[in-house]
């Protein structure tokens, strides 16, 4: 599962930063006084990850001889780094697997400190834009980048064509699309298409949202129109609806490629999301992006190593073990020139859907969570038509008055 679809399963838990007045030390994560190194070093991962991180790690011990790495899962997996790591960071792990969008509130309490100036030249002139500009945090870079998670459509290609899946109006008219209309993650991106703004154009400005007009508006008819699409189906299982032939097409990212693999068989096929008639107006559909990174802890006892083990993690050559592992797809702009990612069918969709033109990064502002916890019971009331459409503007002024609070 997604490290964002997990932090997601738990959004609904009052999210409290704890700010540690000394936790950070404001330098960049390889120059401090205790530079010490030769000091033994943790990374923290995915529990599924751990056997192959530490085949991996060997390689970094062989050209780091005196640098030794324990590999251990994240203790309550990678979605709660910025928890796991913030419950005491003197203990937590000094390189650690963690989704963009928590590296602000990280950076804000101290957790991370910025990398390097060298690593983040590094970054940017060697990872795809979209992750340079997630890893960063008012005008600094706090994580080292190695992959790319997003929603694209799957389908059944003896149900559906290429073409077919192309326009939603066609697709939902010759199939059937499973979907959650109650969670945000798979349905808000809509409202981007229609034209309105979540946090502003870098999702760091806590006044820019702009849902509450008359692109908002236009966004929730749209949703509320689905109710009435017999070739849409409201489904809190659409991997269920799909191994039962019930639905041909299912929104969702590549974490569940080798399950979707498994129940279409040689019937299996991906492509970007579809365009869509919002507001009269054709526009594409879009998703939010997330970008994996490594970070370092502010109280490593050997940040130059750890800026060493996040560099290495983070090459072009270990990203292509990730795709070969978990089929992750790379930002590392060379491995995504190679053959082993091209020929990727679904790397292929992510890597398009990751574009500007078809995505919204994950913004990392505190405030996200409340907007969590109140756009999903409003996209579902109004696609079960609770919520009328006399009802959109005050609604939507409400939750973007919600969100702004600083």
Not at 25 to 49: E, G, H, R
Not at 233 to 260: C, E, F, R, V, Y
Request: glycine share 6%.
């Amino acid at each position: 599962m997604s490290m964002w679809k997990k932090l997601l399963m738990v959004s609904t838990v009052a999210l409290t930063a704890v700010t540690l007045g000394a936790c950070g030390n404001n330098q960049s994560s390889t120059s401090s006084s205790n530079n010490n190194s030769n000091k033994p070093l943790t990374l923290w991962v995915a529990t599924d990850y751990v056997p192959w991180y530490k085949t991996s790690v060997k390689e970094f011990e062989k050209k780091h001889p005196n640098i030794k790495v324990k590999v251990a899962p994240s203790p309550n997996g990678t979605a709660n780094a910025k928890t796991d790591v913030g419950k005491d960071p003197t203990k937590a792990a000094d390189v650690f697997a963690v989704p963009h969008d928590q590296l602000g509130q990280m950076a804000s309490s101290g957790y991370i400190n910025p990398v390097s100036p060298k690593d983040t030249q590094n970054i940017k002139n060697n990872d795809i834009a979209v992750a340079y500009k997630a890893a960063s945090w008012k005008g600094k870079v706090y994580g080292y980048p190695y992959t790319s998670d997003i929603n694209f459509l799957y389908y059944n290609k003896s149900k559906l064509s290429a073409n077919d899946v192309k326009d939603w109006d066609t697709l939902t008219k010759k199939g059937v699309v499973a979907t959650d209309f109650s969670n945000a993650y798979n349905i808000w991106p809509i409202m981007f298409s229609a034209g309105t703004k979540l946090f502003g154009d870098n999702g760091e400005d806590v006044k820019g949202s702009t849902m509450d007009s008359q692109a908002g508006v236009n966004g929730l008819k749209w949703v509320a129109a689905q109710k009435d699409n017999k070739g849409v189906m409201q489904t809190s299982n659409a991997l269920n609806q799909l191994k039962l032939n019930h639905a041909q097409a299912i929104l969702d990212g590549p974490w569940d490629a080798t399950n979707i693999r498994r129940i279409l068989g040689k019937n299996f096929a991906v492509a970007p999301f579809p365009k869509a008639t919002v507001g009269g107006k054709q526009v594409q559909m879009k998703a939010f992006l997330g970008i994996g990174c490594f970070a370092i802890n502010s109280r490593t006892k050997n940040p130059k190593g750890a800026a060493e083990l996040a560099n290495f993690l983070t090459s072009k050559e270990q990203q292509l073990v990730v795709h070969k592992k978990t089929g992750e797809t790379p930002v590392n702009k060379a491995a995504e020139q190679t053959p082993a990612v091209k020929n990727d069918e679904v790397a292929d969709a992510v890597m398009t859907m990751s574009q500007p033109s078809h995505s919204v990064i994950m913004p990392k502002l505190p405030q996200i969570t409340v907007f969590w916890n109140e756009s999903a019971p409003l996209l579902s009331g109004v696609y079960d038509h609770k919520v009328k459409p006399d009802q959109y503007r005050a609604k939507l002024a409400k939750l973007q008055k919600d969100i702004s609070k600083k």
